[in-house]
């Protein structure tokens, strides 16, 4: 019986050790499972949160593109490179800052990094350790790239808000010297006093944001350009003793104005009517104070000493302006009239003592006398 008894225990030991063997086999393939298992979920995670960041960074940049193209319209105008003003050195190089930021996107397209570990049957775990580190370092990678999204995201908003402030600050600048030109303009028309003026308005509106690009800026130019030809034009008219009947004519249709601020074109001829008549129009607006434009021909100006009815015609086209005054308009649109232009301005002239053709009579038929004094309450 001693004899046996040594093959069992050997057998035994074996048997113990190779069961040790499995034990720990089974135990480091768990470990593997779960280790994969983790840096699998970690992944999936984190390429969701770098797909999340990718999109919101390409929305971003989306929205930005309007306004990187609008601002540079804006830098890349002569206009703009004329101009040494703070605010416009601090536009361009907030500009450019922004727009350097298109041109360095902050994460390289790779395509899908993945780790196929749905292989089936048995996997030893050294393979399933190999796949967990693979997941690991695209896991890590996923991450840094999500970071750098949200990063340039970030800076690209910063960077916007720059160019909002510097583009508000800058046009605020514009139309300031917008506003002082046409202080400094004073003998220039209306009319061109009026297309700056909207121009400002557009300038400082910040809900207008979104037009002020590179045209908008070379019209105000435009426009203060305009300005000062006027400006120009109208003084030398000024010092021209040859124009001085014409002088006389428009100040005397001031003086009947009562406040509407009037420009004169003066023309050959006016509604087809040239040498050999009188004749002239009026266009008028409420806006910026009221105003109006007032188109005369060389006749009135040729027999304005010598013909009653030179004034007369001046001042039925003053009476067109005058019917838009608060204090005038419910009698012009009132029963009497009921807005008929011609019947006012003619009534109008009238009641300023001009029972004459020129008043309009002859164009458009003499008004009743309720309609000349009517039209005579409005002084």
């Known amino acids: 019986m001693r004899r046996n008894r040594r093959p069992i225990v050997v057998t035994g030991v074996v048997l113990a050790a190779l069961g040790l063997v499995a034990g720990g086999y089974w135990g480091v393939s768990v470990l593997a499972d779960q280790r994969l298992e983790l840096w699998t979920a970690v992944f999936a995670t984190a390429t969701e949160e770098e797909t999340a960041a990718q999109t919101a960074y390409d929305a971003r940049m989306r929205n930005g593109v309007d306004v990187t193209a609008r601002v540079g319209s804006v830098v890349a105008t002569a206009e703009f490179g004329a101009d040494a003003a703070p605010e416009a050195t601090a536009l361009r190089q907030s500009f450019e800052a922004l727009d350097a930021l298109d041109d360095a996107p902050p994460v390289e397209p790779d395509g899908e990094a993945s780790v196929d570990s749905a292989e089936a049957g048995f996997r030893p775990p050294w393979e399933l350790f190999a796949d967990a580190d693979t997941l690991s370092a695209l896991a890590r990678d996923a991450a840094g790239d999500r970071d750098a999204l949200i990063a340039a995201a970030q800076a690209a908003d910063d960077a916007q ?23 400094a303009n004073t003998l220039a028309t209306k009319e061109s006093q009026v297309a700056l003026t909207r121009l400002i308005e557009q300038a400082t509106d910040q809900s207008q944001s979104p037009s002020r690009d590179g045209a908008f800026l070379s019209s105000f130019v435009a426009a203060e350009n305009a300005l000062a030809a006027s400006q120009a034009s109208e003084a030398a008219e000024l010092a021209d003793p040859a124009l001085a009947v014409r002088r006389e004519i428009e100040d005397y249709a001031r003086s009947l104005s009562s406040g509407t601020t009037l420009d004169f074109v003066w023309a050959p001829e006016v509604n087809g009517k040239g040498e050999g008549w009188y004749s002239g129009t009026a266009q008028t607006w409420t806006s910026d104070g009221g105003w109006a434009i007032i188109t005369l021909n060389y006749g009135v100006e040729e027999y304005w000493g010598d013909d009653e009815n030179a004034r007369a015609l001046v001042a039925h086209e003053v009476g067109h302006t005058q019917a838009y005054r608060d204090v005038c308009w419910p009698l012009f649109s009132g029963p009497t009239f009921h807005e008929d232009q011609e019947m006012w301005a003619t009534a109008w002239s009238i009641s300023l003592g001009f029972d004459t053709a020129g008043s309009g009579i002859e164009a458009y038929g003499r008004p009743s006398d309720e309609q000349i004094a009517v039209a005579g309450q409005c002084r």
């Open 161 to 183: 808000d720059a160019v909002d402030d510097a583009e508000a600050s800058y046009f605020g600048a514009v139309a300031t010297r917008g506003t002082n030109d046409i202080a």
